[in-house]
């Protein structure tokens, strides 16, 4: 592999090359995690929709949310009909100059399964869980977690059902002093959010050493820092 190829093979933003027949020809690592989000036939589609008319290279700010991802921009070129590139843009999910969160070692999923316990105390909510369960121990601070976890889930208190995921976000890392730290996600969704609660949840996460994203499902981003 030439200093060239390893530049996109290790590169943050995935990479894939189709042939003529939509058939993958070639994807960098971090491409290898969006396929598992994404299918082949919908990232050969994105290519083709979004390709300059005629041969060349096209760039297209654009939001896009598949799953654990968030991309903002995407380039598309071909230079014949035999294959077509696409790339793809990660926006930065965190914020840059965030202190290393500080707390105690503690079992995340003690945590949230007590949030749920206790948000489901007198309402007829339906609390689903999809709990990846190989997250350790990590440092936190409980209370502020707990405060956090609660008020997301009051942001769907008019909903049905609440499903609550806990997964590791594949190939994204922060930099507390130098140290790279894996990260993980605590998603809620439910079928409608609370306008009014979500806006106090914002001014409250403003405070917080907690990394918050905001559509559809509600995000809390947390690295795996598992010693003080």
């Not at 003529?20 to 290898?32: D, H, M, P």
């Not at 654990?68 to 009909?81: C, I, S």
Request: with cysteine; glycine share 4%; net charge negative.
């Amino acid at each position: 592999m030439t200093f060239e190829q390893q530049w996109i093979e290790y590169d943050y933003n995935p990479f894939i090359l189709f042939d003529s027949r939509g058939k993958i020809k070639s994807l960098n690592s971090e491409a290898q995690f969006l396929i598992g989000v994404m299918s082949e036939k919908e990232l050969y589609e994105l290519a083709t929709t979004y390709a300059n008319v005629t041969f060349g290279f096209k760039t297209t700010f654009i939001e896009l949310d598949p799953g654990r991802y968030k991309f903002f921009a995407l380039t598309v070129g071909y230079e014949n009909d035999d294959e077509i590139g696409l790339k793809l843009y990660q926006s930065p999910s965190f914020k840059l100059h965030n202190p290393k969160p500080t707390g105690d070692i503690t079992n995340i999923y003690t945590l949230v399964d007590l949030c749920i316990s206790t948000n489901s105390i007198n309402t007829n909510i339906t609390f689903t869980k999809e709990f990846d369960p190989t997250i350790p121990e990590i440092v936190i601070d409980a209370n502020h977690f707990v405060k956090i976890l609660n008020k997301i889930y009051s942001c769907y208190e008019n909903s049905k059902k609440i499903n609550t995921k806990i997964y590791y976000r594949v190939g994204e890392h922060i930099k507390f002093e130098d140290k790279k730290y894996s990260l993980f996600t605590i998603e809620v969704e439910g079928e409608e959010q609370d306008a009014d609660q979500i806006s106090q949840l914002k001014m409250f996460a403003s405070k917080s050493e907690f990394f918050l994203d905001y559509k559809k499902h509600i995000t809390i981003n947390i690295p795996m820092i598992t010693s003080n």
